[in-house]
């Protein structure tokens, strides 16, 4: 893993023990906490959801444009080859 990736999910993973924390200490009734840790983890999990296909996304990007360099190149060489034999 990334350093980005562990920083990330180190903080929400504070994020979330701070959230149930902070829900779990406050004086409401067993079935509104339990509601409101519930909504809280479905909201941490979209937005890590979210991050994730962000990153996805990065790297299909960084691997198409790698893709397309190589071609580049292959196809440069291709080039000077052919020119090659052609003084040959």
Excluded at 55 to 60: A, R, S, T, V
């Amino acid at each position: 893993m990334s350093k980005t990736s562990n920083v990330i999910l180190g903080f929400l993973s504070g994020a979330a023990i701070g959230l149930v924390a902070g829900i779990l200490t406050a004086p409401d009734k067993g079935e509104n906490t339990r509601a409101k840790i519930k909504d809280k983890v479905n909201n941490l999990a979209d937005d890590f959801s979210d991050n994730v296909e962000d990153k996805i996304n990065q790297l299909e990007e960084q691997i198409n444009q790698l893709k397309k360099d190589a071609q580049e190149k292959i196809n440069d060489i291709k080039g000077t080859t052919d020119k090659n034999k052609a003084k040959v």
